[in-house]
């Protein structure tokens, strides 16, 4: 049984650059959830991708976006990238959007920007 | 708003002694509770959750949580520790209330088990 993939592993942009991250969801789920993971800090919710429309967004700006295909898997686009954009991106995804349901995560991809 | 607080950035513990990574929580109405793992370069691994009925779960590897209602924790318990334990942990949590099932996670209590 697949788990979430993430690509690519490691990225490295200049200030001003645009990226896009790519995720699969794991065998079965529909839903894709994007987070943030800064050095030395807990995930931050960034949105949430069901039935390919983003469902609910954290506080982040609209540089961020992202996009959701039919076979579920997703993508994050960060543009404009600054130097507070360095992280760890973790992609995680479940069954529906119901609440009670644990989000499985990705390795995650390290994006750093230079 | 939703928050989550892990009071402690690390935990020591000898291997074989019983570990406790402490987490509160702040909400509107009642939560979802969750606890996840990181190793180094991985990414999140699911241990356990609370959703409703039974104040103890229990979890993977042998951990489990107590949920306190009055206290607004769930803090993570194990028996005994073993060193492969020694590892990042995060407690989350989700307002059922909520549209969309957002994750917020506390800032991570790293725990070191030692020989």
């Known amino acids: 049984d697949a788990g979430v993939t993430q690509s690519p592993t490691h990225l490295i942009k200049t200030r001003g650059q645009q990226v896009t991250l790519r995720c699969s969801p794991k065998?079965?789920?529909?839903?894709v959830s994007w987070y943030q993971q800064a050095l030395g800090q807990g995930p931050q919710f960034i949105f949430q991708?069901?039935?390919?429309?983003?469902?609910q967004r954290g506080n982040f700006p609209d540089r961020f976006s992202g996009h959701q295909f039919p076979n579920y898997s997703s993508e994050l686009n960060v543009n404009a990238l600054l130097l507070g954009d360095s992280a760890l991106y973790l992609c995680?995804?479940?069954?529906?959007?119901?609440?009670?349901?644990?989000?499985?995560f990705g390795p995650g991809t390290r994006l750093t920007v230079t | 708003a939703q928050s989550v607080a892990q009071p402690e950035d690390q935990v020591n513990v000898a291997e074989g002694n019983p570990l406790t990574v402490k987490c509160t929580y702040s909400?509107?109405?009642?939560?979802?509770l969750f606890w996840y793992v990181q190793y180094p370069n991985r990414g999140l691994q699911f241990l356990l959750k609370?959703?409703?009925?039974?104040?103890l779960v229990k979890g993977s590897y042998g951990f489990e949580a107590e949920f306190n209602k009055s206290q607004t924790s769930f803090h993570l318990k194990k028996p005994s520790a073993l060193v492969s334990d020694s590892a990042l942990y995060f407690c989350?949590?989700?307002?059922?209330?909520?549209?969309?099932?957002?994750?917020?996670f506390g800032g991570g209590t790293r725990l070191m088990v030692k020989p």
């Open positions: 995680a995804s479940s069954f529906g959007t119901d609440s009670s349901y644990e989000q499985y």
């Open positions: 065998s079965g789920h529909d839903t």
């Open positions: 991708y069901y039935e390919e429309e983003e469902r």
């Open positions: 909400v509107s109405g009642n939560p979802y």
């Open positions: 609370y959703i409703t009925g039974d104040n």
């Open positions: 989350a949590v989700r307002d059922p209330y909520n549209a969309g099932n957002m994750l917020t």
